[in-house]
């Protein structure tokens, strides 16, 4: 199992591991902006506070890279859940 934590909020949504966090922020109602859902808009850029994610997947990786972004972000669409983690968002 993994939880997806807001960093700010008390809300916190628990998922298989392996789930694609965007769907644990959908399926949790949590607070995150989401656009594309496909890496191409940089809506869902959140920073990685505590806990971890499965290990960034190329299309990931090259996507943040356009999005010039430092590390410990991540992009919920793509990035998948491997135990608990709080993120922080970047945009209202
Ligand atoms: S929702 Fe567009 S990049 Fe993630």
Same mark, same amino acid.
């Given at each position: 199992?993994?939880?997806?934590?807001?960093?700010? +909020?008390?809300?916190?949504?628990?998922?298989? +591991?392996?789930?694609?966090?965007?769907?644990?922020?959908?399926?949790?109602?949590?607070?995150?902006?989401?656009?594309?859902?496909?890496?191409?808009?940089?809506?869902?850029?959140?920073?990685?506070? +505590?806990? +971890?994610?499965?290990?960034?997947?190329?299309?990931?990786?090259?996507?943040?890279?356009?999005?010039?972004?430092?590390?410990?972000?991540?992009?919920?669409?793509?990035?998948?859940?491997?135990?608990?983690?709080?993120?922080?968002?970047?945009?209202?």
């Amino acid at each position: 199992m993994a939880k997806v934590q807001i960093e700010g +909020s008390d809300a916190v949504h628990e998922c298989e +591991s392996g789930t694609r966090m965007y769907e644990a922020i959908e399926d949790g109602n949590l607070k995150v902006p989401l656009g594309c859902l496909h890496g191409h808009c940089g809506a869902c850029v959140v920073e990685v506070v +505590s806990g +971890s994610l499965a290990e960034i997947k190329e299309g990931e990786k090259l996507a943040l890279r356009a999005f010039d972004t430092e590390e410990d972000m991540r992009l919920a669409c793509l990035a998948y859940l491997d135990g608990d983690v709080v993120v922080r968002t970047l945009k209202p």
